[in-house]
C-alpha cells in the first residue's frame, strides 16, 4: 500500500514531466519565431534606409551618402540583370513559401553593388560614378 504523500508526490513528478515534454519544444519554437521576426525586422529597416539612400542618389539630391545600417546574418543584396532594380533579400528559415522575403525598387540609373557576408553593423556609401551607382560597404565611417 502506497501512502497518499507518495501518490501526489508521484502524480506532481508525472505533471512536471508531462509540462517539461510538452513545454520546452513550445517555448523553443516561440524563441526561434522571435529571432526570425527579429532578424526580418532588422532586413526591413535596412532595406529602407539602403532604398532611400539610393533614391536620392537616383534623383540628383546628392552626389554621395554614407548610412550605417545593421545587416543580420542570411541578408543577400543584389540587382537584376539589366541593373536597374535592386533587390534585397533574406532567408527566414521557414519552409515553403516563406523561405525568402525580398525587397525590391527600381531606379532610373545602373547599379553596381556590394554588400557584407557576415552580420553586423555597417558604414554604406553611395556615389554616383559615371552616371551608375555604386554601393560599396565598410566597417568604419572614414
Known sequence: MVSRSLEKMMLIAVGLSSALIIGVPVLL?????????????????AS?????????????????????????????????ESGFTLQISIDTGRPQP?????????????????????PGNYYFTFAMVSNVIHITYSTSSS
Not at 536620392?56 to 546628392?62: N, T
Open 98 to 118: 516563406e523561405t525568402c522575403m525580398t525587397w525590391s525598387e527600381v531606379f532610373n540609373h545602373q547599379i553596381v553593388v556590394n554588400y557584407p557576408l557576415e
Open 29 to 45: 519554437y516561440a524563441i526561434n519565431t522571435m529571432t526570425t521576426t527579429q532578424q526580418i525586422q532588422y532586413a526591413q529597416q
Open 48 to 80: 529602407e534606409a539602403i532604398f532611400n539612400a539610393t533614391q536620392q542618389i537616383d534623383d540628383g539630391e546628392l552626389t554621395d551618402i554614407t548610412i550605417q545600417a545593421y545587416i543580420p546574418s542570411k541578408f543577400a543584396m543584389m540587382t537584376d
